[in-house]
């Protein structure tokens, strides 16, 4: 067996590692509102999850393999690809023993970024602005939408006589956003499990790029799945429990803001300038809690929390990037670039 296939092998494990890594930390972008208003258990969530985030995967993904896999770098090797995944594994891992809510997008685009340093001597400056961009808005256009449909529905819904009927409205959309949540983390996040390999599997296959990345996101969603259905549930409870209470109103406006801001970071710059914005989609949905807690009351938000996930968000990008440095050039001398 070729010393290629032996990379190969081995990075594509790591891949799918990751992607199982991603569902088992991400489980908690589209299922906490749910979960944490009571309108659904936590093992129907996470199959409603694993469902509509392979769906996502497999018809948006392609919009954001494309800029982890060719457009911060002008393309990543082998020995790269399984550098970069590497890396992400060992922080997500971490963080997800810890119980952390962490962004799996940061550990990814700094892995590459790492890389791209090393290797290239530069990133596209221009698409890693865009990105950086795109992770300060998304949350706080989260918790602008979230806390804006939480005051109107609040005082649409205040006026109804029928409270139960209003109450079993609001527990289905909750459920519906949760479905259209899945579905924008699919599109989304499959490509941090599978984008890097996007240049090395049209080389290694002959493939068009868009059957390259249709196989690549097959198999990030399985994967994802699997992560989900497996490890998802240890994170939720931080995320729907710990911030702040929920009631199915508020789970449904933080969910649906969620939902509608990942995918349009997914879809608009994609349309526009070819590449999709990869958002860390955990940011963006406790943005969205946040965003309600404020609405209804300031002190309801657990501000501890709070600060402790943005610490491992903040360190997240240059931890991944720095192991990723690292670890590429220390195993690059014995390993032929393919």
């Known amino acids: ?21 991603l569902g088992a930390n991400d489980a908690a972008t589209p299922t906490d509102c749910a979960v944490g208003a009571g309108v659904i258990s936590l093992k129907k969530a996470l199959l409603l999850f694993a469902l509509f985030s ?5 018809t948006q993904g392609f919009m954001v393999m494309t800029t982890i896999g060719k457009g911060l770098v002008p393309s990543i090797d082998l020995l790269g690809a399984m550098t970069v995944v590497l890396a992400a594994c060992i922080w997500v891992t971490f963080c997800t ?3 952390l809510e962490i962004s799996n997008t940061h550990s990814v685009v700094g892995s590459v970024i790492g890389y791209g340093l090393v290797v290239h001597g530069a990133v596209d400056s221009r698409i ?3 990105i950086a961009l795109a992770w300060l808005l998304s949350p706080l256009l989260s918790a602008a939408f979230a806390a804006s449909i939480y005051s109107v529905l609040e005082k649409v819904f205040r006026r109804s ?4 009927k209003v109450q079993r409205t609001i527990s289905a959309l909750l459920i519906v956003s949760l479905c259209f949540s899945a579905y924008s983390f699919g599109a989304n996040d499959v490509g941090n499990a599978t984008g890097v390999y996007v ?10 790029d868009y059957n390259t990345m249709l196989v690549l996101a097959a198999f990030g969603s399985l994967g994802i799945a699997v992560g989900g259905l497996t ?6 409870a931080t995320v729907a429990y710990k911030i702040v209470r929920l009631d199915p109103l508020s789970g449904f406006s933080a969910e649906i803001s969620n939902a509608l801001v990942i995918f349009l970071f997914v879809t608009l710059p994609y349309t526009m300038f070819g590449y999709g914005l990869p958002i860390s989609t955990s940011i963006s949905s406790v943005g969205s809690i946040i965003g309600v807690g404020l609405a209804k009351d300031k002190r309801a938000v657990n501000k501890e929390t709070i600060a402790r996930l943005v610490a491992t968000w903040i360190a997240t990008p240059f931890a991944t990037a720095a192991m990723s ?7 690059s001398p014995f390993f032929p670039r393919i």
């Open 1 to 21: 067996m070729s010393l290629t296939f032996v990379i190969l092998g081995v990075g594509l494990g790591l891949s799918f590692y990751m992607a199982w890594t």
């Open 54 to 58: 392979m769906i996502g995967a497999l």
């Open 161 to 164: 006589i029928n409270e139960e």
């Open 97 to 99: 023993w810890k119980g």
């Open 231 to 236: 490890w998802g549930g240890r994170v939720v």
């Open 128 to 130: 890693v602005n865009g």
């Open 199 to 208: 240049t090395v599997a049209q080389r290694i296959g002959n493939m068009p």
């Open 325 to 331: 440095a690292a670890i590429y050039s220390a195993l």
